[in-house]
Every structure is written in C-alpha cells, then in structure tokens.
C-alpha cells in the first residue's frame, strides 16, 4: 500500500508561484512513479506532471510545460510541483498520485491517490 499526504494549497494572484508537496510513504512506494493531475469543478481530472523516484524521468502535461516543475526528495519521500506563472486557468484541486509508469497521463493508470490540495489563482 501507498499512502500519500498533499499540503502548499493556496489563493495566489496570477502571474504568482505556489509549491505543492506529497508526502509518501509505504512499504511499495518507491515502486511506483509520483504524478500530480488536477481538477476543475465540472471537468475531468487532468495529467499535470510526472517524475520518477531517481529524478531521470519527468512528464508534463501541454498546458502547463515551462511553467511547472516536477522534482523529488528522496530523503524526504516527497514529491514536490513548483508552480509559476500561474494563470486563474489552473485553479483547481491538484492531487498527487502513485502509478507504474511516468509517461501515462490517464488517471485511471494511477493506483494511490492523496486527499487532493485547492490552488485558486485570482485575475
């Protein structure tokens, strides 16, 4: 099992930064690659990034590449999403996730899932 704990949520201005946190931890983590999606009210859930523990592999989803970062700490078991540029696009519930493969952006492939953290970007 997979236990993963979201903090760093927020109300930040647009054009702002916000870092997200997850927490792992479990006997099968580091088996796993960490992904964050987010969600919108009335939309589906939406791949945002993805990393693999050793740090070799990271994945971004189109809208938010060069503006977000995906990054590990091992000795922290935590998965880090540095946001910048932030747009009021981007308000949503963003979640962390455990999955077998960094390059799936489908979040039925994610197994673990965390309680999700509410980033709101004003205009």
């Known amino acids: 099992q997979v236990q993963l704990v979201e903090s760093g949520g927020g109300l930040v201005q647009a054009g702002g930064s916000l870092r997200l946190s997850c927490a792992a931890s479990?006997?099968?983590?580091?088996?796993?690659?960490m992904g964050w999606f987010r969600q919108a009210p009335g939309k589906e859930r939406e791949f945002v990034a993805a990393?693999?523990?050793?740090?070799?592999?990271?994945n971004y989803g189109d809208s938010v590449k060069g503006r977000f970062t995906i990054s590990t700490d091992n000795a922290k078991n935590t998965v880090y999403l540095q946001m910048s540029s932030l747009k009021p696009e981007d308000t949503a519930v963003y979640y962390c996730?455990?999955?077998?493969?960094?390059?799936?952006?489908?979040?039925?492939?994610?197994?673990?899932w965390g309680q999700g953290t509410q980033v709101t970007v004003s205009s």
């Open positions: 990393v693999t523990w050793s740090g070799g592999f990271t």
């Open positions: 996730a455990a999955g077998l493969l960094p390059t799936l952006k489908a979040a039925k492939e994610y197994d673990f």
């Open positions: 479990g006997r099968t983590f580091r088996s796993y690659a």
